[in-house]
């Protein structure tokens, strides 16, 4: 069964840094979307991204995050200067359809 | 934006028991999806409502929407230690189809 992957599993990085996390949707899919969860919370939209664009973004998604579709598979998520409280599980998701996503295992970020 | 209220925020029950979390909103909703997460993992789709007073099941889980559409629920009947996990439910709106999740309900299962 198709699955959406990422990478790296977990990313450590020191504040101010640029941290690029990746990700690679279902090759069907048409609707691409970054999530994240802090520990213990509730996963949060980001951003979505559709037909080579960004189509709607969060509070969250300020001018430090930025997303690219480089080629016809990998979804990037980059953030421009690292800060504490960017720590979270970052999770990519597609779909093709608005009935379900699927999501990545996710991409642990620990800022330092 | 629409938001979503879900409680309980934790429920740990003995293997065998039943559970039953619950999702509220103040306003209409035009569908309402559920996600279970395991600890450590990732949420993964389990159902899709979208009609008024729709019941679907999906073998020990019953999946409701209220008749006026601002509530949802999800039963499960005789809880396994394979239950355990937090349950979302999330709504799908905007131009295209972002979720907005509720906090969830942490399900810890006793053998």
């Known amino acids: 069964e198709p699955e959406v992957t990422q990478t790296p599993s977990h990313q450590v990085t020191q504040m101010g840094q640029e941290v690029i996390l990746r990700c690679v949707p279902i090759?069907?899919?048409?609707?691409f979307y970054w999530y994240r969860q802090i520990l213990g919370q509730k996963v949060e939209f980001l951003v979505s991204?559709?037909?080579?664009?960004?189509?709607?973004k969060s509070e969250i998604f300020d001018d430090q995050f930025s997303v690219e579709r480089p080629d016809g598979s990998n979804f990037t998520l980059k953030i421009r200067s690292t800060k504490l409280e960017d720590s979270a599980m970052y999770f990519c998701?597609?779909?093709?359809?608005?009935?379900?996503?699927?999501f990545g295992p996710g991409t642990r970020l620990t800022v330092t | 934006g629409q938001q979503v209220m879900q409680i309980p925020q934790y429920q740990h029950v003995q293997e065998g028991e039943d559970f039953t979390t619950y999702c509220n909103s103040s306003t209409t909703l035009s569908n309402i999806q559920w996600y279970k997460q395991r600890p450590g993992g990732h949420p993964v789709f389990l159902i899709q409502l979208v009609k008024s007073g729709e019941v679907k099941k999906q073998k020990r889980l019953t999946f409701q929407f209220g008749e006026a559409k601002k509530n949802s629920s999800l039963h499960i009947t005789a809880t396994q230690t394979t239950d355990v996990g937090t349950y979302f439910c999330a709504l799908s709106g905007g131009s295209n189809y972002k979720l907005t999740f509720g906090k969830g309900t942490l399900l810890t299962v006793n053998p």
């Open positions: 998701a597609s779909s093709i359809t608005r009935d379900e996503q699927y």
């Open positions: 991204f559709y037909n080579n664009e960004i189509s709607e």
């Open positions: 090759s069907n899919h048409l609707y």
